[in-house]
């Protein structure tokens, strides 16, 4: 007997979204769900006991050990999907029965002489919360299906805007590249430029670089977009008269998977040599070891000018323009999917602000989400404080994946599929 007959089965991935198009639930949207507060939700708990369910009866079946070795094979890798997820639906339920009790307890816990037992409770009520909305995110994340290229390292773009200020807009996407640097640095990612063009006054047109590590382009997906910046330029005018001005720089991030398989035609492409510019040494003025090559198809153009070889360059600025041309195939793919997340930057609008940073406040201003964070200083430093605002539109971005998922799966279920 297949496994579809025995009534559990499904062949798709616990969270598969393809075959929907998602839009952000207005629910959600309202009320800024966390965590916790869509653990409650019902069709949560719904689709978690049923998940729950599936898994004693696949453990149940492997214990068996009937069916053909196919069926065996499929039973194992679905009880392996399952498991931790029943795991952490169980300890939640755990955790929520002894806060329970503890509430219990401390509604009993009123006169002067268990004061001191009923400040010890709850703390301990606070402890088992903290663990519980640790334990709903870490269940959110097994639910939430991971994206294609997560895992992949990525060429990562900075260009400056233009304003009537002058060299804010170059200041700012240097310190801005600067702490790209700096958070690759404390991920423990590796940092590789690959073209860096600086500005006369001190600060930077354009720059991109390489960087490969752990779950690179899943940290870094959603930096992408537009960064305005709010200041009191340091010099001229506008600082005498305490003036702010508004600039603006642009962040690409494109996904590198470790085997990108673009064809490229060399008699498609038009290979340009000049004399790099900015650091790296007496050579770079000397040499004709900087390489542009350009795209003729689609006009894309890439430039490498950071090695002393100009073959080096020039196989990083071919490696480059495989990038950008996957990035164009996985855009289509996107589209074609209709997945149109909030969060994710599938329409790459660069006209689209995504954060703002006011110097003035020393509040960085993240739109997508309507957080405010402080200390612009401690985030420009690309550590702890830029990991923090980082892992919380990721969280924000699970928690968006699970609803909409939901909200289409009770249409599904209502029969509006």
């Known amino acids: 007997v297949g496994l579809h007959q025995?009534?559990?089965?499904?062949?798709?991935?616990?969270?598969?979204?393809?075959?929907?198009?998602?839009?952000?639930?207005?629910?959600?949207?309202?009320?800024?769900?966390?965590?916790?507060?869509?653990?409650?939700?019902?069709?949560?708990?719904?689709?978690?006991?049923?998940?729950?369910?599936?898994?004693?009866?696949?453990?149940?079946?492997?214990?068996?050990?009937?069916g053909s070795d196919f069926d065996q094979r499929t039973l194992k890798k679905r009880c392996a999907d399952l498991a931790p997820i029943a795991a952490a639906f169980q300890e939640i339920k755990a955790s929520e029965r002894e806060v329970q009790e503890l509430e219990a307890m401390c509604r009993e816990l009123d006169s002067r002489d268990e004061k001191q037992l009923l400040e010890l409770a709850l703390?301990?009520?606070?402890?088992?919360?903290?663990?519980?909305?640790?334990?709903?995110?870490?269940?959110?994340?097994?639910?939430?299906?991971?994206?294609?290229?997560?895992?992949?390292?990525?060429?990562?773009?900075?260009?400056?805007?233009?304003?009537?200020?002058?060299d804010i807009c170059q200041q700012f996407t240097k310190e801005m590249f600067e702490m790209y640097q700096s958070y690759a640095e404390y991920k423990r990612w590796t940092f590789d430029i690959v073209n860096y063009t600086p500005a006369e006054i001190g600060g930077l047109h354009h720059a991109?670089?390489?960087?490969?590590?752990?779950?690179?382009?899943?940290?870094?997906?959603?930096?992408?977009?537009?960064?305005?910046?709010?200041?009191?330029?340091?010099?001229?005018?506008?600082?005498?008269?305490?003036?702010?001005?508004?600039g603006t720089m642009a962040v690409i991030v494109l996904p590198q998977p470790q085997e990108v398989d673009v064809k490229v035609d060399p008699k498609d492409l038009r290979v340009d040599t000049f004399r790099a510019k900015g650091a790296g040494g007496q050579h770079v003025n000397k040499t004709d070891s900087a390489v542009r090559i350009v795209h003729l198809p689609t006009g894309l153009a890439v430039e490498c000018q950071q090695e002393r070889s100009q073959q080096i360059n020039k196989e990083i600025a071919l490696r480059t323009l495989r990038a950008k041309l996957f990035q164009q195939i996985i855009d289509k793919q996107l589209s074609q999917e209709q997945r149109a997340r909030k969060l994710q930057l599938g329409t790459r609008a660069q006209s689209e602000r995504i954060r703002t940073y006011n110097f003035t406040q020393d509040r960085v201003t993240d739109h997508r989400i309507s957080h405010d964070a402080r200390n612009i200083k401690e985030i420009l430093n690309g550590k702890e404080a830029l990991d923090q605002l980082i892992n919380r539109l990721l969280e924000f971005a699970e928690i968006e994946a699970v609803t909409e998922y939901l909200e289409n799966l009770q249409a599904l279920e209502g029969g509006g599929c």
């Open 123 to 166: 703390e301990e009520k606070e402890t088992l919360d903290k663990k519980t909305n640790m334990l709903c995110r870490k269940l959110f994340k097994l639910l939430v299906p991971k994206e294609k290229y997560d895992g992949s390292h990525v060429i990562l773009e900075v260009t400056a805007g233009r304003t009537t200020g002058g």
């Open 208 to 246: 991109a670089a390489h960087i490969s590590g752990a779950d690179v382009y899943r940290h870094l997906k959603y930096e992408g977009g537009t960064h305005r910046v709010q200041r009191i330029p340091e010099t001229g005018l506008s600082s005498r008269m305490q003036r702010i001005h508004t």
């Open 6 to 66: 025995r009534g559990f089965w499904r062949p798709e991935s616990l969270l598969d979204t393809d075959r929907f198009t998602l839009t952000f639930p207005s629910w959600c949207r309202r009320t800024h769900q966390d965590c916790r507060a869509l653990w409650k939700h019902e069709a949560v708990q719904k689709h978690l006991e049923t998940l729950s369910k599936e898994y004693q009866q696949v453990s149940q079946l492997l214990k068996a050990d009937s």
